[in-house]
């Protein structure tokens, strides 16, 4: 295994990362590190493109507190705020929302079914590129988060279907959740098939838990490919399953794999805390 180097200034530093990839195309682990110190700078881009790579990458047995993970997570980029009353805006502790009003705010029927796939902050304009998620309080047995990579689900659909989606839009409807804190922001649409602006790859990118609503489409229609779409996700060839322990943090790429946590351990308060970083404007503004 390769060795921890540290520079004088207490700067975490390899010769090369110990990167153990979990499945074929999606998820690794990364050993050896101590992502609590800063990382010199091929450190950090080697993580960022294992990040990229493998959509998400994980590391067992780390001291975070929050600051050092807002601190951790920053090097890659400029944090983003979230619109919340949070004691840090920074980070967004995620709780277990009770199974009543879970299933209120979902779309359809997509919640009972277990479909939450999504994709952080799709809602925007510009959503966040990478997120750092930690666990804080876990269950004893339980809770676990799938990821999946929007390539391969891509990738895997026919070639009619392909063609279908081509050009097409998806609505990602937040205002559920905005309109209460008083803010307005438009409805957003994405295109179904994003090109990915660092691998190249083209992603499916649907977000379930947003009233999604394929434009130009009518309604019937628009549901029965979505269903299509969020059928691929949970497809087990396209994923990775993670199991949370003490110390465990997750780094994933937004851009190019959804997520979904399991909820199978009862009435237990699992706590997480999610760090968001936001990517370059790809727009001017008006």
């Known amino acids: 295994m390769p060795q921890v180097a540290l520079k004088e200034n207490d700067t975490a530093s ?3 990362l110990d990167i153990r ?3 074929p195309d999606i998820g690794a682990e990364i050993h050896g590190i101590d992502i609590s110190r800063p990382l010199d700078p091929a450190t950090r881009d080697a993580i960022r493109a294992a990040v990229i790579k493998h959509k998400v990458v994980f590391f067992r047995d780390q001291t975070l507190d929050s600051e050092s993970q807002a601190a951790f997570a920053r090097q890659f980029g400029p944090l983003y705020t979230h619109p919340s009353p949070n004691r840090d805006p920074r980070i967004a502790p995620i709780h277990k929302i009770a199974a009543a009003d879970f299933k209120k705010v979902e779309y359809r029927d997509y919640a009972a079914r277990g479909d939450v796939y999504h994709s ?8 966040t590129w990478g997120a750092v998620l930690r666990a804080v309080d876990l269950p004893e047995r339980g809770g676990d988060t ?3 990579d929007a390539h391969l689900a891509y990738e895997g659909l026919p070639d009619t279907l392909k063609e279908r989606l081509e050009g097409l839009y998806v609505t990602h409807d937040f205002r559920r959740s905005l309109v209460p804190l008083g803010i307005e922001y438009p ?9 990915h602006p660092e691998s190249g790859q083209k992603i499916l990118w649907v977000n379930s838990t947003l009233n999604p609503q394929i434009l130009g489409l009518e309604l019937a229609e628009s549901r029965q490919l979505v269903d299509e779409i969020v059928d691929r996700y949970k497809r087990p060839e396209y994923q990775v399953r993670f ?8 780094f994933w790429d937004n851009r190019g794999s959804l997520h979904y946590a399991v909820r199978n351990y009862g009435d237990y308060p699992r706590v997480m805390e999610r760090v968001l970083i936001a990517d370059e404007p790809r727009y001017a503004p008006i």
């Not at 952080?120 to 959503?127: F, G, K, V």
């Not at 409805?187 to 090109?195: E, Y």
């Open 14 to 16: 390899l010769v090369s």
């Open 21 to 23: 990839p979990i499945q």
């Open 120 to 127: 952080d902050t799709s809602w925007r304009l510009d959503p």
């Open 146 to 148: 799938i990821w999946m």
């Open 187 to 195: 409805i957003v649409a994405h295109p179904v098939v994003r090109i």
């Open 243 to 250: 199991s949370w322990r003490p110390g465990s943090v997750a």
